[in-house]
């Protein structure tokens, strides 16, 4: 079971714009963490990092931003994340999201798998370029 995706993010509030203000995720969890840990994962580049838990429902995984604190020597992957969100209406949710201003990145896909069954799913990106992946499954 995966409990959360990290994404590292340049814009803590840019990020929290998008995934809060537009995606309608709720803020679970604030926090500033400093020492080992924060060196460890930067490769001794910082010393302190912001982490927020996302929480997209009720029920599901977590997303974590986390944001380093100091001079902004952080590299990004060249292929970034993408997070995968279920939906109950993809064509409600493209209707929403185009109010708010936040475009597709692709056509809506149909894929079919043996177990899990049909969806339907679109891409978007976040102001980071990670892409997020909005999916209804068919029989829900």
């Given amino acids: 079971m995966i409990i959360h995706v990290d994404l590292f993010v340049r814009s803590m509030e840019i990020m929290l714009d998008f995934y809060v203000g537009k995606l309608g995720m709720r803020i679970v969890d604030d926090n500033i963490i400093t020492g080992d840990l924060v060196r460890f994962v930067s490769d001794n580049r910082y010393d302190t990092y912001r982490v927020v838990l996302l929480k997209p429902s009720v029920i599901g995984t977590m997303l974590e931003l986390i944001?380093?604190?100091?001079?902004?020597?952080?590299?990004?992957?060249?292929?970034?994340?993408?997070?995968?969100?279920?939906?109950?209406?993809?064509?409600?949710?493209?209707?929403?999201?185009?109010?708010?201003?936040?475009?597709?990145?692709?056509?809506?896909?149909?894929?079919?798998?043996?177990?899990?069954?049909?969806?339907?799913?679109?891409?978007?990106?976040?102001?980071?370029?990670?892409k997020v992946e909005l999916l209804q499954m068919k029989d829900i």
């Fill in 67 to 130: 944001e380093y604190i100091g001079d902004r020597k952080l590299v990004k992957t060249e292929n970034g994340a993408t997070i995968t969100l279920l939906v109950s209406s993809l064509e409600n949710e493209i209707k929403r999201l185009r109010k708010e201003g936040v475009q597709q990145l692709s056509d809506v896909f149909s894929v079919s798998f043996p177990v899990v069954g049909d969806s339907y799913l679109v891409f978007y990106e976040d102001p980071e370029k990670n």
